[in-house]
């Protein structure tokens, strides 16, 4: 590789350092001193270790550049300037209303591949862009990740090293800027960069110790970086402010403009008009078979089948029809059923370990990549990964997450084991599809349904056996529901998902037994749910009970009371309240209250009080 002009990176450099302030200063807010240590590592990397083609973004040979320190978005936006990507016209219009270019970059620019300024993710996703590039795309692309040394205290960085050690990704490198000054004072070990070599070391990376304002051994490193067979992180030793006395390496500068930008834009020497030409990759080409048609397994009426199992068994299924499907496992496919996909497809099977954030954001980073990722744990566990969830959201990323064993009906395991506030914490997420499938077709279907699905889409499955009460050949489209009972007398409508729909048929059977008619209808889809359905029975029959194994906060009840209420019908809402401990699944669906004999009386004492 060629020598890089010394004098030209130094121009550079300042140049991103100046326009970091010029930013910072027109938009009144933003990180300019977060910027300024890191600028001369990326001065370096775009101008001679990057392999972009701005003008073809979705090209397969492309690198990818993730900021995990977003907050050093005013460097990010500068080195786009640079490269030709944006104006200097737009770069003014930083943080302002409108702007593309906002406090942390989000894909709304299209050389920006997820949402970061949470910090911890970063590097956690950029682990999963190299896993599809060592094992799905196979090409040599590379995955630059610039962190913060404040971050390094994030568990999840550990958990995505570790993967990326135990997966001997060379096709990643993580830049630490180790500028030693957090938000509120030094970070846990300032300049000690031996101490994060060590860390690093531990889990089979190459690191290379270096002073991050040398532009000669930066270059070096990129370039050592690129070339090593293992994943390599840099660490290189900056100082926060480069470049300007009054903030270099001081306290109390960080997350706000300069008081003084003009002199500070003059000691830096002023504004400058240097360009940065990025090499483009090679011309790669991706081929993937042609997709066939999904051929779902079908479950006779009748049977009793869990619904984590027709999951895995209808996955496997969507693995053979679509090639674009990849399954991410946390330790649990045994469980969750997703062995069926890891025996069929290994090479699209990934197990991340007991590791859920890493789980999640590997699936992130594999839709970057534009595979289908299917990311599969028990339902209370994906609450350790909801951080990342909810990025992968601001992200505009296409993530299908599957959680079994939820709620009550799982049984002696108890509470520690049951998803209780699955539901809500998906429903409150922007763009969500929350599903809840009570039988074994239903689920089939509503699998190969989420495929192509845009967001963040939730299945949730049960651990029991439940019976088969619909056709292998029926339909259930998202946003919709059936209804299993109705009639004009209905003195009420149960509205149920998932387990409590076959205690809700119960229910009914009893009650119609005793002449109280009631209409029975299932919510599969929580979001979007089907507003005309839930309206027209609040209206008809006048009295709505809600039956749910979850807690009421959030859940199957709080939906539909958002699309009945201003008709004003009577709401009972039946759900999981006191803290469950260990019995028989029946046991705690009655203990919580929701099962067929509380349903039941719930229309009694309804009827009672009309």
């Given at each position: 590789m060629t020598e890089p002009d010394p004098r030209y990176l130094a121009e550079l450099a300042a140049q991103l350092r100046v326009d970091a302030v010029r930013a910072s200063a027109a938009a009144g807010s933003g990180h300019p001193t977060s910027s300024m240590s890191a600028a001369d590592l990326m001065a370096v990397l775009f101008a001679g270790h990057l392999r972009y083609d701005f003008a073809d973004p979705d090209a397969p040979g492309n690198d990818h550049l993730i900021f995990s320190k977003g907050h050093a978005s005013p460097l990010l936006y500068a080195l786009y300037k640079a490269a030709g990507a944006i104006s200097d016209e737009e770069l003014m219009t930083f943080r302002k209303r409108g702007s593309r270019l906002e406090g942390h970059p989000t894909p709304r620019l299209p050389w920006v591949d997820v949402a970061t300024g949470s910090l911890g993710q970063g590097l956690p996703v950029g682990v999963g862009i190299a896993l599809a590039g060592k094992r799905l795309d196979r090409l040599p692309y590379h995955v630059w990740v610039l962190c913060g040394d404040s971050e390094l205290a994030e568990g999840s960085v550990w958990e995505a090293v570790e993967q990326a050690g135990h997966e001997e990704l060379a096709g990643i490198t993580a830049i630490v800027d180790v500028n030693r000054l957090g938000q509120r004072g030094p970070t846990r070990h300032g300049w000690d960069t031996g101490a994060y070599a060590a860390r690093f070391g531990a889990f089979g990376w190459h690191t290379i110790e270096i002073d991050g304002h040398d532009l000669e051994r930066i270059h070096h490193a990129l370039a050592e970086a690129r070339a090593a067979r293992r994943p390599t992180a840099i660490l290189a030793r900056t100082r926060k402010g480069e470049g300007v006395a009054a903030i270099a390496d001081r306290e109390g500068a960080h997350g706000k403009p300069l008081a003084d930008p003009d002199d500070a834009v003059e000691e830096l020497g002023g504004p400058r008009h240097v360009s940065v030409t990025v090499a483009k990759p090679d011309g790669a080409a991706r081929t993937r078979p042609e997709a066939r048609s999904y051929q779902a397994p079908a479950f006779p009426v009748g049977e009793r089948v869990a619904t984590r199992s027709a999951f895995g068994e209808a996955l496997a299924a969507l693995g053979a029809a679509r090639p674009d499907v990849v399954v991410l496992d946390g330790e649990v496919a045994d469980s969750t059923r997703t062995q069926n996909f890891a025996d069929a497809f290994p090479e699209r099977f990934f197990e991340c370990y007991i590791a859920e954030q890493q789980m999640v954001a590997a699936a992130v980073g594999m839709q970057v990549r534009g595979w289908t990722p299917y990311a599969c744990t028990f339902a209370a566990f994906l609450t350790r990964a909801y951080d990342f969830i909810r990025m992968a959201?601001?992200?505009?990323?296409?993530?299908?997450?599957?959680?079994?064993?939820?709620?009550?009906?799982?049984?002696?395991?108890?509470?520690?084991?049951?998803?209780?506030?699955?539901?809500?914490?998906?429903?409150?997420?922007?763009?969500?599809?929350?599903?809840?499938?009570?039988?074994?077709?239903?689920?089939?279907?509503?699998?190969?349904?989420?495929?192509?699905?845009?967001?963040?889409?939730?299945?949730?499955?049960?651990?029991?056996?439940?019976?088969?009460?619909?056709?292998?050949?029926?339909?259930?489209?998202?946003?919709?529901?059936?209804?299993?009972?109705?009639?004009?007398?209905?003195?009420?409508?149960?509205?149920?998902?998932?387990?409590?729909?076959?205690?809700?048929?119960?229910?009914?059977?009893?009650?119609?037994?005793?002449?109280?008619?009631?209409?029975?209808?299932?919510?599969?889809?929580?979001?979007?749910?089907?507003?005309?359905?839930?309206?027209?029975?609040?209206?008809?029959?006048?009295?709505?009970?809600?039956?749910?194994?979850?807690?009421?906060?959030?859940?199957?009840?709080?939906?539909?009371?958002?699309?009945?209420?201003?008709?004003?019908?009577?709401?009972?809402?039946?759900?999981?309240?006191?803290?469950?401990?260990?019995?028989?699944?029946?046991?705690?669906?009655?203990?919580?209250?929701?099962?067929?004999?509380?349903?039941?009386?719930?229309?009694?004492?309804?009827?009672?009080?009309?």
């Open positions: 959201a601001v992200s505009r990323a296409d993530v299908r997450l599957v959680g079994s064993h939820a709620g009550v009906a799982i049984g002696q395991d108890g509470p520690s084991q049951m998803g209780l506030e699955d539901i809500a914490m998906l429903r409150a997420v922007h763009g969500s599809t929350v599903l809840y499938p009570c039988d074994a077709n239903q689920t089939a279907a509503l699998v190969a349904a989420m495929a192509d699905r845009p967001g963040i889409v939730y299945l949730r499955t049960t651990r029991g056996d439940t019976p088969v009460i619909y056709g292998p050949d029926e339909e259930f489209p998202i946003g919709g529901s059936r209804v299993l009972r109705r009639s004009d007398e209905d003195f009420a409508t149960i509205v149920a998902a998932g387990v409590t729909v076959h205690e809700a048929l119960a229910a009914a059977d009893e009650l119609d037994r005793e002449g109280i008619p009631v209409g029975v209808v299932d919510l599969y889809s929580i979001k979007p749910l089907d507003a005309e359905v839930l309206r027209n029975a609040a209206i008809s029959s006048g009295n709505v009970i809600t039956v749910e194994d979850h807690w009421p906060e959030g859940g199957l009840g709080e939906a539909v009371l958002s699309a009945v209420s201003d008709l004003g019908p009577r709401v009972v809402q039946l759900a999981v309240r006191g803290m469950p401990g260990s019995a028989t699944p029946a046991e705690q669906l009655a203990d919580a209250g929701i099962d067929r004999a509380s349903i039941a009386g719930a229309v009694r004492s309804l009827r009672r009080s009309a």
